[in-house]
Each structure stands twice: as structure tokens, then as C-alpha cells.
């Protein structure tokens, strides 16, 4: 769990890092600094969504009255190569007709692949913005985009969890989870979540007899998260931070064996979330074509997720004691492993 955790700091960091890269471009207007932010941060919040909910279920048998389990779980969804780059046309950024600046890639070309917070620009990738002073003529303004993650969380986008269960008796099993507040110079971090599960076998009279078990579940989490980008911040101002909000729904059918020692289980689920970050605090923007303009709260981006997923896992029980591996087929791939502790 603890190796988790950074990890998962770890992410978190870059991607602090790389937001502080996203205010420079204020320089080329609110619109572009936004529209590119879109792209740029959309793929890194779309895999966490998928991320987050892995490892909600180990089983489709639900706890008997009074039965509990206390889990240690780690997620992990996978990054592919197309959701490492964007295409970034170049005439996207000067459709403005009131915009009094060009924007050009550095080589000239009209629209290139460039990193999103899941990738890397090796090399650097460069825009110049021209505009004309009213006593210096034409100048140029050079910005580099920023790069993403790239290699550093080996193509994994991780979260971890302590999860408890409890069997509230009828087939009913009412789930909790949560992330330890992380809160260090840079970010601060909550993630929570709860969840409802329904075996309807245990509503059928054969329900001894049957090798299987049959669950409905409904889970929801929540991440808030917030990065300070006052201190490494580009531009000047004041209570410059990057603000993420990610709520996510779970709608999953599980099926599983009910054998003694080592179990089965499956299932189909649709996730449904949103995730939205918010430029926040005050921006002083000094040079360039918004000479000396202070900027508060410049912009919002939002994310939507909405996906089918097919899961298949495996249980291993030994008395209290119970280790399960599961993998996610979805738009992000996801894996997850608990550790678990209960009593049925």
C-alpha cells in the first residue's frame, strides 16, 4: 500500500508539474491557453476515472449478516500511444478574428502531434507568438508546450485504496472506500467512495444448491484534488492553483464460483464519471500581446467518461486470510490486486 501511495504521489507531482506549464501559455489569450489545456489534460483524467474504479468486487457471493472484509487494493490502468499525443492544428489557435497575435509552430508546420499529460515531446516542441508593438514594431514571443509523464510511472496511471465490506443480510453488502488525505507543499488529495451489492441468488430458494452466485452492484467515488502553482509558477499573481474535481458512477452484473479454497469471477459494469479542473487565482500577464493584463481564475476544463467494461478475476481464500487479481478491458485497460482480511 505504502509503495502504492507514492506512486501515486508521484503521478500526482508530474502532473503538478507539468499544470504549472499550462498557465505560460496565457500569453497566447485565455481561449488557446484553454482549448490546449482540454487536450492536453483530458486523456490523464479519463485513464484515472478508469483507474479508480477497478477492485470494487472480489466475489458476486455477498457477506451474510454481520460478515466483513477489510481489503488493501491497488489499481492501476494502462496508457496506450494514442492517448500519449493530440494533433494540435495550428489554425485551431488563430481562428479569432478580434485576435490581435499569430501563433506559428517554430518549424512553420500547420498542425503536428504533440504530448498530452500522458506523453512526452522529445524534442521539445515550440510556438511563437508574433504581435505588433506600438513603438517596437513586430515582435515574437517563444513558448515551449509543455511534455507529459511520459515513461516516468511506467505507461500506469495508479490509485490505491483501504476498502471495507459488510454483509448487511437478504444478499445485501453495503461497500466503503477512501484514500488517506495526502497533503504535501504541492497537492493536496481526498478520494472516497461507497457502493451497494445486490446478490439476487441469495433470493432464490436453491441458493445452497447453486455452484454460482449472481450480484448487481452500484458504486460511487469521488476525487478532489488541488495543486499549488504559486511558487512555480511562470507568470505572477497570487493564489494560482489547479483545481480537479472527478466523481465517477459504477454500474456492474458479477458473476463468480462459490468454492471452497479458489474462486472465479466476471462480469460486465459501465462506468459513467466527469472530471473538471479550474485554473484558479490571479495572473499578471507581462509581456506578449496582453501587456500587464491581470487574469483571475482564467478558465475551466471538464472531461466525460462514459464506457463499458468486461472484467475477469480470480480469489484465493485461506481462512481470513484472501488474495484476488482482476483485469479490466475498456477504454483504459485496468488491473487491480487486494490483499483482504474478513471473517463470513
Known sequence: MKKLTTLFILFLSILNINAQDIDALLTAGVENAERFADDYLRPGTDGLMHSMNAGWFNTADAKPLGGFEISIIANAASINNEQ????????????????????SFADNATDKQVATVLGENDPNVDIIIT??????????????????????????????????????????????????????????????????????????PADKLLPIAISGLVAYTRLDASYDLTETSGISGSNQRLESDTNTWLLQAIVSTKLPII?????????????????????????????????TD?????????????????KLKLGFFRLNAEYHVSDFNAFSVGVNFGFR
Open 131 to 204: 504581435f505588433e508593438d506600438a513603438i517596437l514594431g513586430e515582435q515574437t514571443e517563444t513558448i515551449t508546450l509543455p511534455s507529459g509523464i511520459g515513461e516516468d510511472t511506467a505507461n500506469l496511471l495508479p490509485t490505491a485504496f483501504l476498502q471495507g465490506a459488510l454483509g448487511l443480510g437478504k444478499g445485501i453488502e453495503l461497500k466503503a472506500r477512501f484514500v488517506p488525505k495526502i497533503d504535501t507543499d504541492d497537492v493536496d488529495l481526498s478520494m472516497y467512495g461507497a457502493g451497494i451489492q445486490f446478490d439476487v441468488t441469495k433470493w432464490l
Open 263 to 295: 474462486n472465479f469471477y466476471g462480469g460486465i459494469g459501465y462506468i459513467k464519471g466527469t472530471s473538471e479542473s479550474d485554473l484558479l487565482g490571479e495572473y499578471t500577464v507581462s509581456n506578449g500581446p496582453l501587456f500587464s493584463q491581470t487574469i
Open 298 to 314: 482564467p478558465f475551466s476544463v471538464s472531461s466525460e467518461v462514459s464506457a463499458v467494461r468486461g472484467t475477469i478475476g480470480t
Open 84 to 103: 500519449k499525443s493530440f494533433l494540435m492544428t495550428i489554425a485551431d489557435y488563430n481562428s479569432d478574428p478580434n485576435q490581435d497575435f499569430e501563433i
